[in-house]
Structures are given as C-alpha cells and as structure tokens.
C-alpha cells in the first residue's frame, strides 16, 4: 500500500519485488513502480471501506499472502485491511498503542533520573597493549 518518493523507496520495492508478486494499491498515478508489480489499483488508501473491496477483486487474481507498507501514513489502514482480510500481521489496535505512546501525553514514559559523573580513577590509566603485528608469508 502507498509507495512514496522513488529517491527514498524504489530500492525497497525492488528488493521485496525480487521475493514477491506484488500489487500496488496506491492513491496516486504509478510511474517508476510498474517495472516491479504485477498490476495496480488506483484508489483511496485510507478509505477504509474501499480498501478491502479492491483487495477482494485482487485476490481473485493473485495469490495473496500479506499487505504491505512502509508509508507511516498507512500503517493503521495496512493492519485493518489485513485483519480484514485474514492475513497475518499486527493487530489494528496494537498499532494504534505504538502511535499514542509516541505522542506527547500520551501512554506511559519510561522514569529518567539525573546520574553523577562517573569518578575517575586514581591513577592515570595506562594505553592497552598493541597486539604483536602478524608475520609477512613473503
């Protein structure tokens, strides 16, 4: 789902494309993607009741193992298509636990504390010993 900038993904795309048949659902025109699909969809990426609509009419053609995305924008609507779908993957919820405890006051922080500065040693450290340089074959 979705694809992105081809200076910052053509080379993930490309290296999935080499493991997997894949079909670009996407909600812009594809251009440097078709060389590594098998076909695409043009649609709403986060209308979440076109998506599985298309996905279906997919499947229908294709095998179908997995949804994915690497677009941040559409990881929710990625594990709601699969869950959908009956596809492996994270659960919708779980996705939506890892968002909130990114945003501010949201979820639960870890505790912090201010540490002392470490104390230095006594006496002045001495240099590691080099190792013995390997004797030339020649």
Request: aromatic letters at 6%; glycine letters at 6%.
């Amino acid at each position: 789902m979705g694809s992105g900038d081809r200076r910052y993904r053509e080379c993930i795309v490309a290296a999935v494309s080499g493991h997997f048949r894949l079909w670009l659902l996407d909600a812009h025109e594809p251009s440097w993607q078709l060389p590594y699909v098998e076909g695409t969809s043009l649609l709403d990426t986060k209308n979440l009741d076109e998506l599985p609509t298309e996905a279906k009419k997919v499947m229908q053609r294709l095998p179908v193992v997995g949804v994915f995305t690497y677009d941040e924008s559409l990881v929710h609507a990625a594990a709601r298509l699969a869950e959908a779908l009956g596809l492996p993957g994270s659960a919708p919820e779980a996705v939506l636990a890892c968002r909130a405890r990114r945003r501010p006051g949201h979820g639960s922080r870890p505790r912090t504390s201010r540490s002392r500065p470490a104390r230095r040693s006594p006496r002045p450290l001495r240099p590691a010993p080099r190792p013995a340089r390997p004797a030339t074959p020649w």
